[in-house]
């Protein structure tokens, strides 16, 4: 059995809507889901004394989070096998350990009693920076929360940097049978001239071909494992940030991976990071090991 799907969960509408997305998941992957409550109460209130009748009442309020939450599950899909667990200590630091035994964690975008007016909460970016599976942080409008574009995204990097988040993809697009949209994004440098012979007839031209050249390295080993799989390449010129910003407004999921420096912290750079706080889409931050 491959290991569960695991959900943050802390009550918060954030937190449902993640709820509802991974136990979609689940189904389509064919995962149990293992639910994650994780809190320092017992640092601020205590524990509740030996004989004592009265629970602490943030215990009271994990165990109804829970609870609720694990009803949530059983009342959109019965057929998921679903668990939960409280743990006390910090969500961070909880989810990360908990996602070294996980097929991929998933979490709300912004969680319980955090300012409206952010647009990541502080343990989606940190789950996402320090896990050592894929993160899916959902967030996005109903279209995509709903898979209503039969469409996964994904954001093209190195070959070499790449292959993990290149195979989630592909394994995402293959089980909910949708086209797969792989984009490489190109830049032309802001001091090139066209002094090189290269670019006398078609200044952008050099970069797009290699663009193109890179696309194709990464998808080659992906499309002969999943020759059912139906993709899109595409090679657009423009600041990766942005291009994959404005196509996540059509897709399901965007996908785009992480380097891990020195077996600890991804390194989330601006397309990350934009992705995560504006995507109108769920987001899936892959790590590569280096």
């Not at 990541?120 to 996402?128: D, E, F, I, M, R």
């Amino acid at each position: 059995m491959e290991p569960p799907l695991i959900v943050g969960v802390d009550g918060s509408d954030s937190s449902f809507l993640a709820i509802d997305w991974a136990v979609d998941e689940a189904a389509r992957l064919g995962l149990p889901l293992r639910l994650v409550y994780a809190s320092l109460w017992e640092r601020y209130e205590g524990a509740a004394l030996p004989g004592s009748l009265e629970r602490p009442s943030e215990q009271v309020m994990a165990e109804n989070i829970v609870g609720t939450a694990a009803e949530r599950v059983r009342r959109r899909n019965p057929d998921v096998k679903v668990s939960a667990e409280t743990l006390p200590e910090d969500a961070v630091s909880a989810l990360v350990r908990e996602g070294r035994n996980a097929t991929a964690l998933v979490t709300g975008s912004r969680g319980r009693g955090e300012l409206k007016g952010l647009l990541l909460g502080s343990v989606g970016l940190g789950v996402a920076a320090r896990a050592h599976c894929p993160v899916i942080v959902v967030r996005g409008d109903k279209a995509g929360l709903e898979g209503a574009h039969e469409r996964i995204l994904l954001g093209a990097g190195d070959p070499s940097a790449g292959v993990e988040a290149t195979r989630f993809a592909f394994r995402e697009a293959e089980a909910r049978k949708c086209t797969l949209d792989v984009v490489r994004a190109w830049r032309r440098p802001s001091d090139e001239t066209t002094h090189d012979p290269r670019l006398a007839e078609e200044p952008g031209g050099h970069h797009e071909q290699r663009a193109s050249k890179l696309l194709d390295a990464v998808l080659r080993d992906a499309v002969v494992d999943h020759p059912g799989v139906r993709v899109h390449r595409t090679t657009v010129e423009g600041p990766a940030s942005k291009v994959l910003l404005h196509r996540s407004a059509t897709a399901d999921l965007v996908v785009v991976g992480a380097r891990r420096r020195h077996g600890h912290f991804c390194q989330l750079g601006r397309v990350s990071h934009t992705l995560l706080h504006h995507a109108d889409c769920p987001v899936a931050i892959v790590p590569h090991s280096e």
